[in-house]
């Protein structure tokens, strides 16, 4: 897949449905994918509350692709 804004929306959409089929407890509070083409990678951010927890917990990762 090339590394662009659109492939950018639909990781994030796969993400949420990720998320929300699978950790019900889990409430996104913020989703957030950049495109690095040059890089060849997405950085993305995650906060997300679970369960009644008042803290966001964050999460920052870099993908990139391998061949």
């Known amino acids: 897949e090339p590394i662009t804004t659109l492939t950018a929306n639909l990781l994030k959409d796969e993400i949420v449905r990720t998320i929300t089929n ?3 407890r889990a409430s996104i509070a913020s989703l957030d994918i950049l495109a ?3 890089q060849d990678g997405y950085s993305v951010s ?3 509350y679970v369960g009644n ?3 966001p ?3 920052n990762l870099i ?3 391998s061949r």
């Open 22 to 24: 699978w950790e019900p």
């Open 36 to 38: 690095y083409p040059d």
């Open 46 to 48: 995650l906060f997300f």
């Open 53 to 55: 927890n008042t803290a």
């Open 57 to 59: 917990t964050a999460v």
């Open 63 to 65: 993908l990139k692709r």
